[in-house]
T-cell receptor, first 114, second 112 residues
Framework: DTGVSQNPRHKITKRGQNVTFRCDPI?????LYWYRQTLGQGPEFLTY????????KSRLLSDRFSAERPKGSFSTLEIQRTEQGDSAMYLC????????????FGSGTRLTVV | EDQVTQSPEALRLQEGESSSLNCSYT??????LFWYRQDPGKGPEFLFT???AGEEKEKERLKATLTKKESFLHITAPKPEDSATYLC?????????????FGKGTLLTVNP
């Protein structure tokens, strides 16, 4: 197992376009999280999946954002009609539900909206 | 609302010069306090979890300690490869107990 994998690593898009990111968690982890990080800030929680169920969405996640985790495996995060303020690093993390509270993060997808 | 404040924002050390990073937190009930290391352009790398006041954990030149209001990350005789941003995060007990609330981090630079 190579850890949490995120693709693409970098994405440059024009304002108004739609983008989709993919996250492949550690295979035995049933919990998956998306965070967003801007320059000079710590990661901010966006959403959480337990298996295929999306159990919480942050108020940061506007209606333009949607996340899925079909069959409780990989996850996708889609941003519709991108805005310049969406430019950030999008981080995916996974964990098990047993007493291991150390999330494993992926390397992130850097989104730049021009 | 859970809050995490890290200080200093940036710290520059000479190789071998020991120091400490601070993480002050406010949380309704603490389930765990986490330290992560983040290199430029990469995701955070897990270092430690602390669960209760008085607990200490060590890894190589790093030692993390926890009180009821703050945590310290002590760096003993740092090397240039310890240069990174160090992030502190809390996990609250209760409802959203899976969510981590992060501080802004401390950018550590160790000069040879």
């Amino acid at each position: 197992d190579t850890g949490v994998s995120q693709n693409p690593r970098h994405k440059i898009t024009k304002r108004g376009q739609n983008v989709t990111f993919r996250c492949d968690p550690i295979s035995e982890h049933n919990r998956l999280y998306w965070y967003r990080q801007t320059l000079g800030q710590g990661p901010e929680f966006l959403t959480y999946f337990q298996n295929e169920a999306q159990l919480e969405k942050s108020r940061l996640l506007s209606d333009r954002f949607s996340a899925e985790r079909p069959k409780g495996s990989f996850s996708t995060l889609e941003i519709q009609r991108t805005e310049q303020g969406d430019s950030a690093m999008y981080l995916c993390a996974s964990s098990s539900s047993s007493p291991n509270y150390g999330y494993t993060f992926g390397s992130g997808t850097r989104l730049t909206v021009v | 609302e859970d809050q995490v404040t890290q200080s200093p924002e940036a710290l520059r050390l000479q190789e071998g010069e020991s120091s400490s990073l601070n993480c002050s937190y406010t949380v309704s009930g603490l389930r765990g306090l986490f330290w992560y290391r983040q290199d430029p352009g990469k995701g955070p790398e897990f270092l430690f979890t602390l669960y209760s006041a008085g607990e200490e954990k060590e890894k190589e030149r790093l030692k993390a300690t926890l009180t009821k209001k703050e945590s310290f990350l002590h760096i003993t005789a740092p090397k240039p490869e310890d240069s990174a941003t160090y992030l502190c995060a809390v996990q609250a007990s209760g409802g959203s107990n899976y969510k981590l609330t992060f501080g802004k981090g401390t950018l550590l630079t160790v000069n040879p």
